[in-house]
């Protein structure tokens, strides 16, 4: 065929990824690697211990791609590569093996913006037109944005402290919940909202913060503090160690899980109203598009889907696989890219990533 192939490669964070899909984004070959497990024994990223594992896979995770699609690296139009933003060490395992592959087959580079990636990927989904709104939350962002186009963005707000789904992970942890044997494989965010089911939020509710602070920015630290103290009180009267709660712990799950959950709606709410109050939304089917590692989260989707409903938006949120980080999304913006000529650098660039 003469559609032109793209070879997408992430390395931005705990995830060794890439695809290669056809200028339709069909996905003719992709492999995954996750670090996932070990970062959770460590209770949390290690920067280096990302970087060496990324370096143990890019190879394979490349070729393993490549082999399953059945294209040899000849026939690709294009590489494109995540690289900002993420953990400088692991971007630059994904950056240099990108150099040095676009070197050896004299292939054009596309640098990509792994949120960007993010907030399109459901247009390799279905056809979803800009303008529309688009909601990223996961383990080290949240923003709301009005996508404008593959290389326009208008921010409207992002993470002053941590990102909810590092909320979650700290509350996760501070219960020592991957003790929980029903637990012990989930990330921090699973394990909150496993446990939450059975809780009962009133019991430990706190205000949700930032309400007088006219943006659309996020605070999620204030939670993290808040329910940290909260089980530290609740350790004290039940005269336990810290880590082995025995009575509230699905109340707190379910407090903190409310907490973050109203977070985001009262924010994305005034991101809503500001878009209809400047017509930056279509008035024919406006979208509000939710990603992330932490879109998965049910309780976060009913919420948010009342709000949209409220506000007569679509709610659109990509099946888990594509919500969070792997080659795919990468190797998609780069086909959007190529399609409009944005941002494609020659094979012999000798400087294209640089460190935040
Ligand atoms: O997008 P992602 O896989 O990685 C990045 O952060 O880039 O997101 C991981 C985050 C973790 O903080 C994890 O606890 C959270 O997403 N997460 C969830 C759920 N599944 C994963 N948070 C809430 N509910 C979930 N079901
Ligand atoms: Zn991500």
Redesign the pocket.
Same mark, same amino acid.
């Given at each position: 065929s003469h559609s032109r192939l793209v070879l997408g490669i992430e390395t931005s964070? $705990?995830e060794t990824g890439a695809a290669v899909l056809d200028e339709t984004g069909c996905i003719l070959g992709e492999s995954l690697h996750s670090q996932k497990e070990v970062h959770l024994r460590n209770g949390g990223i290690i920067p280096p211990v990302a970087q060496q594992l990324h370096k143990e896979n890019i190879e394979r995770v490349v070729q393993e791609a490549l082999d399953r699609s059945g294209v040899t690296p000849d026939q690709l139009s294009a590489v494109a590569t995540t690289v900002k933003p993420g953990i400088a060490l692991s971007l630059g395992v994904g950056v240099l093996f990108s150099r040095n592959f676009v070197r050896r087959h004299d292939k054009p580079f596309i640098p990509i913006h792994h949120m960007e990636a993010h907030a399109l990927t459901v247009r390799m989904l279905r056809p979803v037109a800009f303008p529309f709104l688009v909601l990223l939350i #996961? &383990? &080290?962002?949240s923003l709301l944005a009005v996508a404008r186009g593959v290389d326009d963005f208008l921010l409207l707000g992002r993470g002053q402290d941590v990102?909810p &789904? $590092?909320c979650?992970?700290k509350v996760a942890r501070r219960l020592s919940l991957i003790k929980h044997p029903e637990c012990s494989t989930l990330?921090?965010?699973?394990a909150?909202?496993l446990l939450a089911k059975d809780g009962d939020w009133k019991k430990f509710a706190i205000q949700t913060p930032m309400g007088r602070i006219r943006n659309c920015c996020f605070s999620f630290a204030g939670i993290t503090s808040h329910m940290t103290s909260k089980i530290i009180k609740m350790e004290a009267e039940e005269g336990v160690e810290a880590g082995t709660l025995l009575s509230c712990v699905n109340d707190i799950a379910a407090a903190t899980q409310h907490a973050v959950a109203c977070n985001l709606t009262k924010r994305t709410h005034r991101a809503i109203l500001f878009c209809k109050a400047n017509n930056l939304l279509p008035s024919e089917n406006p979208t509000l598009v939710l990603s992330?590692?932490?879109a #998965?989260?049910e309780y976060?989707r009913k919420a948010l889907s009342i709000i949209t409903e409220e506000t007569g938006l679509h709610l659109l949120c990509p099946p888990a696989e594509f919500?969070? $980080?792997n080659g795919v999304m990468i190797a998609w913006n780069g086909v959007e890219r190529l399609r409009e000529g944005l941002g494609i650098l020659p094979p012999n660039v000798d400087v294209f990533y640089e460190p935040k």
């Open positions: 964070c $705990d #996961s &383990g &080290g962002h990102a &789904g $590092d979650l992970d990330s921090g965010g699973q909150i909202e992330g590692g932490v #998965s989260n976060i919500c969070t $980080d």
